[in-house]
């Protein structure tokens, strides 16, 4: 005699405990695995400037970074009636501008001087199955935190104005958030990944912090951590994908949550 064991169970265990095992499994497979960033000549060749040996690739991704952040700061390329609104037509035009500065730009530094594949820079699924679950995870544990602040004093006079109906709200979050993510995570970190190594993960995070003045303390406060998560991600994948839909889902709670729409 024997005991018949149903697919996808165990004995001595119901199916809910083994699925929830599984899940577990899974996640800490995701969050231990060490990708490998293999290193070309290109990466690492230099140039000397005033007795300084600096590494082509990473020395463009810095000025670059740091100049269309200035760019965008400035608002140098915004009509003059729209800079200092937040509401809905505005905060699209602005993503327009960021996708151009912040994802145009960099890609055609990529592709034109660098003569690169933008898959070592970010743009590819990578490890899709670690990075699903990853963002998911991520944004189910923050959603009830994001929600709450979206519905305090100054998160609601911040992100209330810029609201609107949920298809548009993402599709501005996209469009702005995407082309940050890789100007941030793709371009300067994985550009600085293959000359000074995994420290590149909180390095690109700092110009990101900054990039978060002017907004709530609290989510400026909490950006240089935000960065590095969302740089360990990327590292983590090889890709920018995840990081980018995490921060898209987040950014539409809180908006949502300030217009009491959720």
Known sequence: MYA???EGTRPGGPPSSVQASSVRARLGRALVGTPAYPVRAADTATIRLAGLDLPVRSTVAIVVTVLV????YHR????ADILFSRDPAAMRTVAIERFALFGLVPLAIVLALFRDDPRRFGLRLGDW???ILIAAVGVLILAPIVVWLGHSPDFGAYYAPSATDTPDLVLTNALDLG??????RGFLMFALLRTIGPLAVLVAAVPFAFSHLGKPELETLSALFGGAIFGWVDWRTGSILYSAAAHVAILTLVTLAAAGRI
Do not use: M
Not at 69 to 72: E, I, M, S, T, W
């Open 4 to 6: 018949r064991v149903v």
């Open 69 to 72: 952040l200035l760019a965008d």
């Open 76 to 79: 140098n390329f915004l009509p």
């Open 129 to 131: 199955r670690a990075g």
């Open 179 to 184: 082309a940050a993510e890789f100007l941030f």
